[in-house]
């Protein structure tokens, strides 16, 4: 078997994912086939974190417009990614996966502790690592939490899982059938550009340590084992790497 183009990758999952068709909550076959996904790329010997998001449950800035604190609506999100990685470390071990979930913020009965070096040895075993809680600080997204874990962690790329977008585009494509898609670009053009890609934080700490991200759709179905095979899926964000 042909090695991976990456041997250590953060996976990053928004929770709109988890949802299907649904305009809230989990989706059963949502989940079964992204726990696929995940078995087929951990079967190539890729290493394996992913952080989980939590929208399809709670969104703070949402909260916050209605008057809630930013703090306290932030910590409610953390409690909804704890939700969806349960959901996705159950789903995994039902496919046959082994795998451990490491919290930020402390809940001992459902989740380890987030300890970097024990999440380095979790992958070294060979289990798929699930980052939840976020940072465990509010005012920061699941997208930081990505950027931050894929360089704690070592991993060689951070990988972005999107639902139905395939790759960063200069407008949403959503609102603009026009709109361009790039298939390389720079973390700085992406910043300078105000890309949508990630949050700016999440972009700057990447570009700030060279870290490659993919951006790329994990609905269509091989994106992500052909991305660790080599191939050119979605767009790549990564230093002077121009269009």
Known sequence: MTSPTYSRIILKMSGESFKGSGEFGLDSDTLRYISQQIKDIAEMGTQIGVVVGGGNFWRGADYEQTGMDRSTADYAGMLSTIMNALALQDALERAGVTVRTQSAISIPSVAEPYIRRRAVRHLEKGRVVIFAGGTGNPYMTTDTAAALRALEIGAEALIMAK?????????????NPSAKKYEKISHHEALSKRLQALDSTALSLCMDNSLPIVVFDIFKSGNLASILSGNHVGTLISVDTYT
């Open 163 to 175: 639902n139905g977008i395939d790759g960063v585009y200069d407008s949403d494509p959503m609102n």
